[in-house]
Every structure is written in structure tokens, then in C-alpha cells.
């Protein structure tokens, strides 16, 4: 499989998440953007890992990054709830108390 | 060109053009499936390259949790009452600028980096679709990350239940 394919992939989704995140302004598309950007770094690990004969350490990587990303989508979307529950809004520009 | 790589590009484009749906959509719903149809094609990708199990596991957390998490989050978290849920976008000049940075360091970073040229890259793609050799991978040398990783997923989502649950205030004082 042609790797600079796969890496123009990896790009295209970093650069979208990244996109995401910083122009958004709901809490839950941000969530998204994070996620995309982790897949891209997924992407790449797995690649360089089609390359590894016997160890496999990229796609071994890539197991413990999704558990993380799975922990990381739970409590971000708990804090999101309690978030919303507190300011009555999931508007990122409307949370910028730092005490309320 | 065979069958194999003609599918593994189409796959590897749907991926791109779903990411970028979720870019520019406006809708957080349509958002959160295009992102599932994209780590869902990134899934057949992933066959591709010999991580079958990578690929399963992708479905299976992504597909499977991850959607419904995003899809409770976005239930919780808006009010509901039949208009379209917009996200809107703010300083999207700034953003287009920073990411059109981003990809171009990037993709020069991948050209002139050349891997195509480089040795290793000249063997065969040997990673077979090696389910034994994982696993025993995971349980020999991994092992200590793999119970570590299972430890920290047990109390982010016990932490995670413990900070959106309701709590009575009487309760809540010891």
C-alpha cells in the first residue's frame, strides 16, 4: 500500500480536527475534533506498524490510544453535562466564568 | 491495478471527505454520524494494512460507545424543541489560516521526509494479519501497559458516572 497515501490521510484528518477545535464554539464538536486528531495519529502508528515484521509495537500503541480516547470521551462528556447543568448552555464563549 | 488497491483508495478517500463533512458541517448530529462513517471507513483502511484486530476494535469502541456517548452528550446538552441543532463557528478566517499552516508543514514535512526512497520501506509489508503474534505481544512484553490501561479505564468511566450522576444534597455532605 502506497504510505504517502496514508499520510496525506493522516494529515487531512489531523487538519480537519484541528480546524474543529479551534474554530467551534459548541462543546460537543470540539469533543469530535479530538477525537478526529487522535485517529490521525492512529492512522500513522498503524502504517509505520504494516512495516514492523515481528513486533507489531504500532499496533499495540494504537490499542492503548483508543482505550484512552474511550476514557477521554467519558469523562469529557461528564464534565460537558455538569457544564451545561451549571450555565444553562454548551456555547464555549459562554463559559468564561472561572468562579462563579 | 487489482481489486485491493482500488478499494483501499476509495475507502482512504471516503475517510477524507467524511472528516472534512464534519469540518464544515453546521449540524452537530449530521456531524457526529459523518465522524462515525469516518472512523468506520478508517476501520477498512486499517484491514488493509494488516491490523484486523486494530480494525475490530475500532468499530467496536468508536461505533459502537463513542457514538452514543457523543449522541447522549448532545441529547443532555441542548434543548431540544425541533430546530436544527447549529453550532456556530467563530474566528473561522483564524482557523482556515492556522490549519492551512498545519497542512502545509505537514505535507512538506511527509515529501521531503521521502520514506518511499527509504530502506526499510523497500521490503515487503510484512505485517500479516497475526492475531497470535498480538496477542502474545500484548500479554509478554506489553503486559504491565495493558493491566495499566485497564486500571485507568475502570476509574475514568467509575469517575466519569460519579461526576455526571445526580446527587441528593443531603447525601452529597460527607
Not at chain 2, 453546521?26 to 465522524?35: G, T
Amino acid at each position: 500500500m502506497p504510505i504517502n497515501f496514508l499520510l496525506f490521510l493522516g494529515v487531512i484528518l489531523f487538519c480537519c480536527g484541528l480546524y474543529i477545535v479551534v474554530a467551534r464554539k459548541n462543546v460537543i464538536m470540539v469533543l469530535i475534533g479530538i477525537e478526529l486528531m487522535l485517529n490521525a495519529a492512529n492512522l500513522n502508528l498503524i502504517t509505520f506498524s504494516a512495516f514492523d515484521s515481528g513486533e507489531l509495537q504500532g499496533q499495540v500503541f494504537t490499542l492503548f490510544i483508543i482505550t484512552v480516547a474511550a476514557a477521554e470521551a467519558a469523562v469529557g462528556l461528564a464534565l460537558v453535562v455538569k457544564v451545561y447543568q451549571y450555565f444553562k448552555s454548551s456555547d464555549l464563549s459562554d463559559i468564561s466564568d472561572l468562579k462563579g | 491495478m487489482d481489486i485491493s488497491l482500488i478499494m483501499f483508495y476509495v475507502l482512504g478517500g471516503l475517510t477524507a471527505l467524511s472528516a472534512l463533512f464534519v469540518a464544515f458541517t453546521k449540524n452537530i448530529i449530521y456531524a457526529a454520524f459523518a465522524l462515525i462513517m469516518c472512523l468506520f471507513f478508517l476501520a477498512g483502511v486499517y484491514i488493509f494494512l494488516g491490523a484486523d484486530f486494530i480494525a475490530i476494535v475500532q468499530i467496536l469502541v468508536y461505533v459502537g460507545g463513542i457514538l452514543v456517548l457523543l449522541l447522549f452528550g448532545v441529547m443532555l446538552t441542548n434543548r431540544l424543541k425541533g430546530e436544527k441543532l447549529v453550532s456556530a463557528t467563530r474566528s473561522r478566517f483564524f482557523g482556515i489560516l492556522l490549519i492551512a499552516a498545519v497542512f502545509l508543514v505537514l505535507i512538506k514535512g511527509v515529501i521531503s521526509a521521502n520514506f518511499v526512497e527509504s530502506e526499510w520501506m523497500q521490503q515487503e509489508m510484512t505485517a500479516k494479519a497475526g492475531l497470535k503474534g498480538f496477542g502474545l505481544n500484548l500479554m509478554t512484553e506489553y503486559v504491565l501497559a495493558f493491566e495499566l490501561i485497564g486500571l485507568l479505564l475502570l476509574i475514568a468511566l467509575i469517575g466519569s458516572v460519579y461526576i455526571a450522576g445526580n446527587r441528593k444534597e443531603g447525601l452529597d455532605a460527607h
